[in-house]
Nanobody, 118 residues
């Protein structure tokens, strides 16, 4: 079975940094585009960043561009989200997503909670 397992969430003070990881199993990782989404309390789930299969193309939501960096290591079947200059409004559950273009295949992790407070 396919599994996406997020880790690295926790409590951090405003201005701090955190790195999230998503370990994938049960799929050929290098065939999948990857993404990070987040959902804040009382808000809709929103796209944070995407990264292409080889890691060469990245896309960011405007509210995180310049602060967050998405990356992937296909040899480790893992994608990452490095977050810096965190703000209270970044507080959310962060979800790992994997999908294949031209196919009805889309997988989600269960999320990891990031709380920015101080």
């Amino acid at each position: 079975q396919v599994q996406l397992l997020e880790s690295g969430g926790g409590l951090v003070q405003p201005g701090g940094s955190l790195r999230l990881s998503c370990a994938a199993s049960g799929l050929i990782f290098s065939l999948y585009d990857m993404a990070w989404y987040r959902q804040a309390p009382g808000k809709e789930r929103e796209l944070v960043a995407t990264i292409s299969t080889g890691g060469s193309i990245t896309n960011y939501a405007g509210f995180v561009k310049g602060r967050f960096t998405i990356s992937r290591d296909n040899a480790k079947n893992t994608q990452y989200l490095r977050m810096r200059s965190l703000k209270p409004e970044d507080t959310a559950i962060y979800y790992c997503n994997a999908y294949r273009e031209y196919k009805d295949i889309n997988y989600w992790g269960k999320g990891t909670l990031v709380t920015v407070s101080g």
